[in-house]
């Protein structure tokens, strides 16, 4: 897109533009809230449906499973009935599950609904970057695409806010709160109020202008590219998307397949993408945090609090990337991302393997326990800048327009079931191998990130979608 295409009134667009994206945004919002409330109930849980462990394991991990899948049918949805609407049956599912979770009366009902809630956000991160990648403009694209992850990372902040503020209220997550419902009930049933809002404002935004050429409706398109991203010249930006999308058939996952091994070349991409951002361990950061750090030889409130400081390092890097990616790439980003990972990993995989055990607690001699610290909070200030946001910035933009939305629903899909072995895997290998060998292996596929990042990820930054040509 040239310059002169762009209308003068370019700062009213970009609030315009701004304003749509943080709605479609609000989804991650709701993905990282309800990915991370259910940590502050699961003691309460457990004492309130007498579970074991493993069930109790699995009634946190079922929801993974939904997100996989609801992240693998999300593109296929969204081609058919539009992105807008996509968006306002995962509010609906969000509300669905967080009243039927708060109100559950057995763990196998917790279960189900756990998995609705995993097909909502599954949902929600697919449909949210590929609909900011299609209405935002190509200079400002990465900032906005990256406001997808800062919104996961504030919902992971106040679920843990939420948690603590309502245990401290009754006095624990078991304690009795409103209504006579102890309090991990409304840790649970608070995830409405934002879910309503997310419905609401999925209402008010306009239609991707991709989605509108697609069904042959020019005039909605040229009018939300005109109002919306200030375009002058409509007539060849629809030709340009129409140039690129072929909507007249219906699409299917075998749109998907190409000349390497079979798949498109560039779903390889979104694949690999996808799975080495959590093989490089975050996850097991955010969900066993408080344990690792009980496990250093902090009590269980300072574990709570270095949690939380952990959550908020999270959320500000993030505004470093948004600051960033348009700037520098997101190659560069991803590369330095990689390297600054690696070594936060082997310092906190180097300080583990001194750790000691005295009465079944683990424990890290001086200087061990500092440098684990240190190295830990190092990889997340560099994952929060560089692979949580640009990971879903890339895969918002480097598939043509004809396959986006499928693709970015498998690439995202796969993204949720790395995470799921992650979380599954996590406690398996710390009790049979130690966590000096978890965070090593966390190391190795951080390494494994920058190799692949130097090999396979081409720069798409600066660049309408439409480049990708029709053949792509």
Not at 277 to 301: D, H, M, P, R
Not at 336 to 361: C, D, K, P, R
Request: hydrophobic letters at 55%; a neutral charge; aromatic letters at 10%.
């Amino acid at each position: 897109m040239n310059q002169q295409d762009i209308h003068p009134d370019a700062k009213q667009h970009r609030g315009r533009i701004i304003a749509v994206t943080v709605s479609a945004a609000l989804g991650g919002l709701l993905f990282g809230f309800d990915t991370a409330v259910i940590n502050g109930a699961v003691d309460a849980i457990k004492g309130e449906f007498g579970v074991g462990e493993g069930e109790l394991g699995f009634t946190v991990a079922i929801t993974l499973i939904g997100c996989a899948l609801g992240a693998w049918f999300t593109g296929s949805l969204a081609d058919r009935f539009g992105r807008r609407k996509v968006m306002a049956v995962a509010a609906l599912l969000f509300v669905v599950q967080s009243v039927g979770s708060g109100l559950a009366f057995a763990a196998y009902d917790l279960m189900l609904w756990r998995l609705i809630g995993g097909l909502a956000i599954g949902a929600a991160s697919v449909i949210a970057p590929a609909y900011i990648s299609e209405i935002a403009p190509a200079k400002y694209r990465g900032a906005l695409a990256s406001l997808q992850q800062l919104a996961i990372t504030v919902g992971i902040f106040l679920s843990l806010l939420n948690d603590a503020g309502l245990a401290k209220l009754a006095g624990g997550a078991a304690g009795e709160l409103w209504l006579g419902m102890p309090a991990w009930r409304w840790m649970l049933l608070v995830g409405v109020v934002p879910a309503l809002v997310y419905g609401i404002l999925s209402w008010g935004i306009p239609e991707s202008p991709q989605f509108l050429v697609g069904r042959r409706r020019d005039d909605e398109a040229a009018h939300v590219l005109r109002t919306v991203t200030g375009i002058r010249d409509t007539d060849k930006k629809i030709e340009d998307i129409r140039r690129t999308i072929v909507m007249e058939r219906r699409h299917t996952l075998g749109d998907l397949k190409g000349s390497a091994l079979g798949l498109n070349p560039l779903l390889w991409v979104g694949l690999g993408m996808a799975a080495l951002q959590q093989f490089v361990g975050i996850n097991a950061i955010f969900y066993y945090s408080t344990t690792l750090w009980k496990s250093v030889g902090f009590s269980e409130q300072d574990s709570f609090v270095t949690s939380v400081i952990t959550a908020v390092i999270n959320v500000l890097m993030t505004f470093v990337a948004i600051g960033l990616v348009d700037k520098v790439g997101r190659r560069l980003l991803l590369l330095i991302g990689s390297v600054g990972m690696f070594v936060g990993l082997v310092m906190a995989s180097v300080s583990f393997a001194h750790a000691t055990t005295a009465g079944g607690e683990l424990s890290l001699p001086a200087p061990y326990g500092p440098i684990a610290l240190v190295g830990a909070n190092l990889f997340v200030i560099f994952f929060a800048s560089t692979w949580g946001p640009v990971m879903w910035v890339a895969l918002g933009e480097i598939f043509p327009n004809r396959i986006r939305t499928r693709a970015l629903g498998v690439s995202t899909s796969a993204n949720w079931v790395a995470n799921f072995l992650v979380t599954l895997l996590v406690p398996v290998i710390t009790a049979s191998l130690g966590t000096s060998f978890l965070y090593g292996m966390f190391a190795f596929f951080a390494a494994v990130s920058f190799v692949f990042v130097l090999r396979f990820f081409p720069e798409f930054s600066g660049r309408e979608l439409e480049d990708h040509g029709a053949d792509a």
